[in-house]
């Protein structure tokens, strides 16, 4: 099973400020790698896929780097609205899994 | 408009069985991979189980192989989670989610709301 680790666990920032977040794999997953945003009580909205793709409908202030091992997910310029938990998931090999999350809170 | 409607949660005993439904509107059902992701309350997501368009593949998390039974009825377009020999640690959120294509594609481009399904006598 490949296992995502994201970091910071908890970011703190203020709207405006540039937000980066870690997911690292445990084994190369190539591109295969997507990110997720998740507001208290909502559903998870996908945010990238295959590491640097913007989903449907998501701002250009989201952007997705990175291959094999290492991915960064960075926010250039904080809305209020981008304050959430972002969780990475891998689709490279079975099972599919998830990262633990990060949350980008309020200073 | 894409909609993900899931069903059937609740109150169930340890040992119990559930069935979750997913009622699909607003694409081609038939054409896209869906599958199932659960939150524990408080936790992170844990994907659970995959099935690829008409079916042809299925997939589980080892944590509910033999225990839990992905499926779909295309005719219905509904996805559908068996759920037996339920235990404490499967309390959490379950979510329908359908894939970005038939069976490759495998990250989650739309999700339901979400049924709580809690185990507890």
């Known amino acids: 099973e490949i296992v995502l680790t994201q970091s910071p666990a908890t970011l703190s920032l203020s709207p405006g400020e540039r937000a980066t977040l870690s997911c690292r794999a445990s084994?190369?997953?190539?591109?295969?790698l997507a990110w997720y945003q998740q507001k208290p009580g909502q559903a998870p909205r996908l945010v990238i896929y295959d590491a640097s793709n913007r989903a449907n409908g998501i701002p250009a202030r989201f952007s997705g780097s990175g291959s094999g091992t290492d991915f960064t997910l960075t926010i250039s310029s904080l809305e209020p609205e981008d304050f959430a938990v972002y969780f990475c998931q891998q689709r490279f090999n079975w099972p599919l899994t998830f990262g633990g999350g990060t949350k980008v809170e309020i200073e | 408009e894409v909609q993900l409607l899931e069903s059937g949660g609740g109150l169930v005993q340890p040992g119990g069985s559930l069935r979750l439904s997913c009622a699909a509107s607003?694409?081609?059902?038939?054409?896209?991979?869906m599958g199932w992701v659960r939150q524990a309350p408080g936790k992170g997501l844990e994907w659970l189980s995959g099935v690829s368009a008409a079916g042809v593949n299925i997939y589980y998390a080892d944590s509910v192989k033999g225990r839990f039974t992905i499926s779909r009825d295309d005719s219905k377009n509904t996805l559908y989670l068996q759920m037996n020999s339920l235990r404490a640690e499967d309390t959490a959120a379950y979510y329908c989610a359908k894939t970005g294509g038939s069976s490759s594609s495998w990250w989650f481009d739309y999700w339901g709301q979400g049924t709580p399904v809690t185990v507890s006598s």
């Open positions: 084994q190369s997953v190539v591109s295969k």
């Open positions: 607003g694409f081609r059902f038939s054409s896209y991979a």
